[in-house]
């Protein structure tokens, strides 16, 4: 393919890559959520672009009749904060997408080498996906989902700067810090790995232990759990500030919780209930609130929760119950 074939083939398919680009990563993103992973940065999608696809082709020449021949032409990255998140990724990743390759570039290093460390899936929609009309035009396309921890894009981003991505480019000078730095990375995804089996130990000790407890993050999340409404809770409690709050009310332990809960929580409940009758009968708007005016006040919040017929997260049940207490 020449220089002009490639700009037209380009052309043609561009605005088609970018579509997919987009599709794709919003599946991606929905697989994330559904097993709870945690990014340590959003999601990036991109599509190659034609000066970076001319480099590729002089740096290594392949035959290809097309841009969409390249399985790199369309690109989504996931850093993830944990190992583990990332292997869960890459489960879901085999499980939901057709896998044309899976490359661990961990695999090409020795012992005693030091590099970059990533997984990249190359991937197509799914055949029965294709029957869906907003997924048809992409029966052609193929893209690469590439996956990796903190600490590894960390080392990618740095040894790409200073262009240090094989042995052979450091000066001597520098190996032994740069061999430091790659093992330090590596240690801190391992570390993680072995706070977060710790953790769940802890967890699991809280949860078998005595009734009075002093609470911290941990102990709060498992006795909210324990007295609010499952229904209610929200991905994201701020367990950190409700700590702090319900300290400043001089609740540091769960008996001290529990008997908050007893005296203020079913009118906290009722007035719920109240707020998500009124936002039933209020009308979705374009950006996926309800809102409506309740006793004189404003309130809004997300359709998908008014449909679920809940209103407050467990901070706000916390919250409430304290000013209830006030």
């Given amino acids: 393919m ?10 043609q398919f561009h605005a088609t890559a970018q579509r997919f680009a987009a599709k794709l990563l919003e599946q991606t993103e929905a697989l994330i959520k559904a097993d709870h992973l945690s990014l340590a940065v959003p999601l990036e999608a991109r599509v190659k672009s034609l000066e970076s696809i001319s480099e590729k082709l002089l740096r290594k020449p392949q035959e290809i009749d097309c841009v969409t ?8 990255r996931a850093i993830l904060l944990f190992r583990r998140d990332a292997d869960t990724l890459g489960e879901a990743i085999t499980k939901h997408f057709t896998i044309l390759q899976v490359e661990d570039t961990s695999t090409r290093l020795s012992e ?30 193929r893209a690469e989902i590439q996956v990796r921890t903190a600490a590894q894009h960390i080392w990618a981003a740095t040894s790409h700067l ?16 740069i061999y430091r730095l790659s093992a330090l990375l590596e240690t801190v995804d391992l570390e993680f790995e072995r706070l977060l089996e710790d953790r769940r130990g802890y967890i699991e000790e809280v949860s078998n232990a005595a009734p009075d407890q002093s609470l911290d993050v941990d102990v709060l999340k498992n006795t909210l759990d324990r ?4 229904l209610n809770k929200d991905p994201h409690e701020p367990y950190a500030e409700l700590l702090d709050e319900l300290a400043a009310a001089g609740i540091r332990t769960t008996t001290e919780f529990g008997d908050l809960a007893s005296k203020h929580l079913e009118p906290v409940i009722k ?40 209103f407050l997260s467990h901070a706000g049940f916390v919250r409430n119950m304290l000013r209830q207490a006030k």
């Fill in 227 to 230: 007295y609010l409404p499952a």
């Fill in 2 to 11: 020449d220089s002009h074939e490639l700009r037209n083939s380009f052309d």
């Fill in 162 to 177: 200073l262009q240090y991505k094989k042995d052979r480019a450091v000066p001597p000078v520098l190996r032994r810090s």
């Fill in 69 to 76: 021949d390249l399985a790199d032409f369309v690109g989504i």
């Fill in 271 to 310: 007035r719920e209930q109240a707020i998500v009758k009124g936002l039933q009968k209020a009308r979705e708007s374009r950006d996926g609130t309800v809102r409506a005016i309740i006793d004189g006040i404003p309130v809004g919040t997300q359709a998908d929760r008014i449909r679920r017929g809940v």
């Fill in 112 to 141: 005693s080498e030091f590099g970059y460390q990533s997984r990249h899936y190359q991937v197509r929609i799914p055949s029965d996906w294709l029957a869906v009309p907003s997924f048809a035009e992409f029966a052609d396309m």
